[in-house]
T-cell receptor, first 115, second 108 residues
Framework: EAQVTQNPRYLITVTGKKLTVTCSQN?????MSWYRQDPGLGLRQIYY???????DKGDVPEGYKVSRKEKRNFPLILESPSPNQTSLYFC??????????????FGSGTRLTVV | GQSLEQPSEVTAVEGAIVQINCTYQ??????LSWYQQHDGGAPTFLSY????GLEETGRFSSFLSRSDSYGYLLLQELQMKDSASYFC?????????FGQGTELSVKP
């Protein structure tokens, strides 16, 4: 089944404790992206990657890191999480940005709480 | 920051037609997408318009006017299961910028 898999689905952590949210897609997509969703603010882009070893900042990159060492994986790293990073996070992928008419496939989300 | 405007809430009755409007900024615009999201679940792709005009997919249609920086999603023969949040999203090449979403409530 073609899908984007995020783990974990739920995570409660403490301020300052490094964490990684994994994202993997099995569709050989070039493009991958991370979003956070907060009430009243919609989905805001954190980072995106147009191919292996190519990453770029989105609108809200502060406090996050990403890497794209392999085509299928695009982990999101929070080196020192803070309470304002409490949010619902989504990973998404697409064949390429030039095939936007096929849409982006989203993972099921990771609900992160930082206390 | 956010460059798309859409209404925050829309209410309609089952069987009716509803239109959700979206205006966007033109800088770096490639096309306009629409996504549906139920209760914090994964957003799902509905449609994409790169050129002016109407795209129809079953009960859902999407329209784009590049000269007016405006698009809309049209939902026909509304069903209870259409109650969800609907997002327009602007494709800016590497970036997909979302509006804040419109919560659609379908009443019996």
């Amino acid at each position: 089944e073609a899908q984007v898999t995020q783990n974990p689905r739920y995570l409660i952590t403490v301020t300052g404790k490094k964490l990684t949210v994994t994202c993997s897609q099995n569709m050989n997509h070039e493009y991958m992206s991370w979003y956070r969703q907060d009430p009243g603010l919609g989905l805001r882009q954190i980072y995106y990657s147009m191919n292996v070893e190519v990453t770029d900042k989105g609108d809200v990159p502060e406090g996050y890191k990403v890497s794209r060492k392999e085509k299928r994986n695009f982990p999101l790293i929070l080196e020192s999480p803070s309470p304002n990073q409490t949010s619902l996070y989504f990973c998404a992928s697409s064949l390429s940005t030039s095939t936007a008419n096929y849409g982006y496939t989203f993972g099921s989300g990771t609900r992160l709480t930082v206390v | 920051g956010q460059s798309l405007e859409q209404p925050s809430e829309v209410t309609a009755v089952e069987g009716a037609i509803v239109q959700i409007n979206c205006t966007y900024q033109t800088s770096g615009f490639y096309g306009l997408s629409w996504y549906q999201q139920h209760d914090g679940g994964a957003p799902t792709f509905l449609s994409y318009n790169a050129l002016d005009g109407l795209e129809e997919t079953g009960r859902f249609s999407s329209f784009l006017s590049r000269s007016d920086s405006y698009g809309y999603l049209l939902l026909q023969e509304l069903q209870m299961k259409d109650s969800a949040s609907y997002f327009c999203a602007e494709n800016q090449g590497g970036k997909l910028i979302f509006g804040q979403g419109t919560e659609l409530s379908v009443k019996p």
